[in-house]
């Protein structure tokens, strides 16, 4: 399901593949629509998602649920501010090997009520990206805490799945409002900045026509750090494409672009806000609460191509994803930040 500020689905432009390699998919940037024109597309999409949702068990998933294997969730974490946040949700996690005195914070895309985009693997089975994200998260922890790092995670497997403790109007039904969805991607920037991480990395996976397929990074060049932002995303695109692509997937690259071309808005605000929320700047009167360190977000894959969604949905495919994502993140911190 698409989320307000957050990353979502573009529209392809026909273009004929490579002859060496006729099934390879391909995809570009959407430009941003007309207000009323986006408003329509995903209220569509919100009665769609909620005609799938009525099929899919709601609060917290089972194990393995929705993937082929998800990452495990690990003991002897900490919730970062219970108070604040939903049960399970902002858990920091130490180092499991020395200690380098950095702090990162993963946020795996949607959860709970927000199922995220609805995919399809080649078996055609339907997957969820919620449910996609997550392992993606708890893998790419593992090996960050095995290097030295201090992991804050936006979502683990306990709890209800959301990250903001959710009031009555942040629900309808067996959805989240879009005042709710505002409140659950805010709550990540919170985390983040409660945690006093140094660099933020959302984890999602793109939707689109079944011909759409690839992999973008996001970041935003409207902060006091927006070189490092560049130099994050750059990384975790460059890394996380490598790392499939070493596999003989042959996914192909949207590149890097600015958080100002990504995502939809279901409001009149949302629209005139014109970043993603978790790595925009504040805005009087919309969101006062940003995050305060470097970030990027990536969507690797299109869960509604088959063939990708296979790999989304597979434990090679996550733990290929983390490793590429562990990868870009060790090398931020190698060369320093900006």
Known sequence: MPSPSS??????????PP????WRRFRVAQKR???LGALTVLALTLIAVAVMAAGRPA?????????????????????VNPSAFAVGACVAYPPTRGDNHHTVFLDAGHGGLDPGSVGVTESGHTIYEADETLPVELDAAALLRSAGFRVVVSRTDSGSGAVARLGPADVSGRLLTA?????????????????HAQALIGIYFD?????NAGSVTGWDAARRFASANLRLATLVQDDTLAAMNAQGWQIPSEGVQLDSGLGSAISSAAETYGHLLELGPAKAGYFSTPSEMPGAVIEPLFITDPFEGSIANSTRGQRVIASGI???????FRVGRN
Do not use: K, M, W, Y
């Open 33 to 35: 629509a007309p207000l």
């Open 19 to 22: 002859a060496r390699s006729p």
């Open 326 to 332: 562990a990868t870009a993140v060790e090398q931020f």
């Open 59 to 79: 609060g917290p998933r089972p194990a393995g649920a929705g993937s082929a294997a998800a990452g495990i969730e690990p003991a002897g974490g900490t919730p």
């Open 179 to 195: 005042a709710g969805v505002h409140a659950d991607v805010a709550a990540r920037a919170i985390c983040a900045n409660d945690a």
């Open 207 to 211: 939707a689109g026509a079944p011909n």
């Open 7 to 16: 990353p979502s689905r573009r529209r392809p432009r026909t273009r004929r």
